[in-house]
């Protein structure tokens, strides 16, 4: 028996509200031997009175060792097993501009590139031509491509990137990239790996063909290579495995399209930390479960900014009291992983989480939420995956196994 | 390969005593923020000197969240994985009276109900009858039932409650509840869900029907409902798998139940813990495992009792000398559940636990048995099927694995 099946089997609605708040990429290191972290360097005197009143403990987000992008990591601490639930490239890159992806839609990353008079690939990334010039150029492809029996959408991203999305009926995803990875190649044709994604393989070499014909005057980018090809994954919504109306609050494209995915209902949240406690409070009876994404505590720490993400941590900190003046059943904040100014990029060290139920937890000793004070507290290290179940156990939405 | 399969390869054979000493339900709360548990309250000078010899963790029941019925609870003490292994509830309402359940019975859950004229339920419990009526009732229907083909055993549970159990071949027991689950309403026809279970079904209801002829000038219980078809499940015995001849010292039917479907031998107990002591040491030399089952800690957390929760805690304390004069080679001390006297209900909270055995143990810096000194004690969180392979282990059962 999984771990869904058992909260399909044991839950039990009522009236309490759970808030997931996730600082996005939380965990960190110190720069010097023997210093503090980031966490433990900021002042959060809301946040520790939480942890002295709560529980904490350590996150793993995936595995020992793992260190997850955003998908997994939210993933997780949504209860769904990272390794289990895997979302195609594709998907994520639409999601990342807020292009919705259903059940009836291929997602596809695209790349700019610049092929030479034979069709050979001459730059892979076209030179990492500026977004103005790839938004003029989607803009461009919008306006000609014309392919029958789906629905084309081209969603410029980044530099040289961009998503197409085809939606319509019998449309798999197991496609071959058409990048040929090095230079001097002719790339290669759209190739279908199943019967089912023969229909998505031609519709994608028409495209191509199309591409191909609108782009030939322009330069550098003249072509354009397709990776990642991804459907929507099969996942059960949150409200079918826990029973919860869910939401998410969150400000970056990306989580709103993670949240979608387990179907929570996404709400616009405004632009800051405030502006979405703000929405918390004018929500509160409509959903059970609350998810606040913020961001900066990772861009932070990608940027390799030590006193940038103590500050934001500390500007997370003093909006935390408007979480409790709604009196919450359950407060989780944990991130989706470590993301150490030191190392500028997403770690696999274990994440801190704080849990607070005032009805059910037993207070640990820890009196300041930190990675240290974590790795000591009373929930030991867990599974992100294994935080929701403790949160519908808290909330007092479980029923007891068993006689 | 199972941990089973591996203890099946690895075990080996001496004459070390293991003694588990389960306290229903222990882990506990406390009443007021910051203050202690029921375990941390009580004075227990014999169990805090385990505790400060050997090790002290928390044990997880079933999963993070889950809050176990005795069933699974104990079943994960015995090493067995509780989401593998389910015990139908006809079967654990059986154990619960002292019914036995071989493997040619089906035990069967029943509900005195009130019909009306036109034989729809106006009554799902017949008015709560007392227990007495109760078996009042159970001495007409066993006096007057006759089934062709099968053994007939009913027995009365409480208020209105009983359990009916058939023995026989060819009994399946994927038959539908009979129970309509509202008033006014028909009772259900005792329908099988497979081949196997045809028979079964015929013979409910040829029960049931006599049982209306034999019940109907009777008020308010003029009829039964029956529910929870249940087989013994089919489970490898402690023996097969640890090699160990186990018994069982307990006072409630329950749980010498439970210990009889892992194959220990039942002894019976007397009344009280110091009776459970007497037998532990008059079978000393006769078994290699020893259950010893305390019900208290769980039936006065049931009851919102915190002192005397307290009370019975130190009662189990006084006893525990008696153990540590037979010089066990490994004692365990923990519960199958929480039960907090704040929640009046078995918890999801994981459970102190206390692993002994002066050969092996490397000693934390616990100095108390209890909740917060568990949580920071060496063994960790470990879950509940865990603890066998460690008694095993501590106990000089194991060869080394691999070479």
């Not at 009143?53 to 020992?64: K, M, W, Y």
């Not at 690939?121 to 938004?135: F, L, Q, S």
């Not at 993670?258 to 996404?266: F, H, R």
């Amino acid at each position: 028996m999984t771990m869904h099946d058992l909260m399909k089997q044991l839950r039990e609605a009522n009236s309490s509200k759970i808030v997931l708040l996730v600082a996005d990429g939380l965990g960190g290191l110190p720069i010097e031997p023997g210093g503090k972290t980031e966490l433990e360097t900021a002042k959060t005197p809301n946040l520790d009175a939480f942890a002295t009143e709560g529980t904490v403990g350590l996150s793993i987000p995936v595995a020992r060792g793992i260190a997850p992008g955003s998908g997994p990591g939210h993933l997780g601490l949504f209860g769904y097993d990272p390794l289990e639930h895997q979302i195609g490239r594709g998907v994520l890159e639409a999601l990342g501009v807020g292009v919705e992806v259903g059940p009836r839609d291929v997602a596809i990353r695209g790349n700019f590139c610049t092929i030479d008079a034979e069709g050979k690939v001459t730059d892979r990334r076209a030179g990492r031509i500026a977004t103005e010039v790839c938004e003029k150029l989607v803009a461009k492809l919008r306006s000609k491509v014309k392919i029958e029996g789906v629905e084309t959408l081209i969603e410029p991203v980044r530099e040289y990137r961009l998503v197409v999305r085809f939606r319509g009926d019998g449309l798999g995803d197991c496609v071959c990239d058409t990048d040929p990875l090095s230079t001097g190649l002719h790339t290669l044709e759209p190739k279908a790996g199943d019967e089912a994604s023969a229909k998505t393989a031609r519709i994608a070499a028409e495209f191509l063909r199309q591409a191909k014909e609108i782009l030939k005057d322009e330069h550098p980018a003249n072509y354009l290579m397709m990776r990642g090809f991804a459907k929507f994954p099969k996942i059960e919504t949150m409200e079918e495995v826990y029973g919860l109306r869910a939401c998410a609050i969150a400000v970056y494209p990306m989580y709103r399209g993670l949240a979608k995915l387990v179907g929570m209902t996404v709400i616009e949240p405004g632009k800051t930390i405030a502006d979405q406690m703000e929405v918390l409070k004018a929500n509160w009876n409509l959903y059970d479960f609350f998810f606040i994404h913020y961001k900066y505590t990772d861009s932070t720490g990608e940027d390799g900014n030590f006193s940038k993400k103590v500050e934001v941590i500390e500007a997370l900190d003093a909006e935390v009291p408007k979480i409790r003046a709604l009196n919450p059943d359950v407060l989780i904040v944990t991130g989706d992983h470590s993301t150490p100014s030191r190392l500028k990029a997403h770690s696999f060290h274990p994440v801190p989480l704080l849990f607070w139920a005032p009805k059910t937890t037993l207070a640990d000793e820890a009196t300041k939420f930190g990675e240290r004070p974590c790795g000591r507290g009373g929930l030991g290290q867990i599974f992100a995956k294994e935080i929701m179940p403790l949160a519908m156990a808290h909330a007092g939405r479980l029923q007891k196994f068993g006689a």
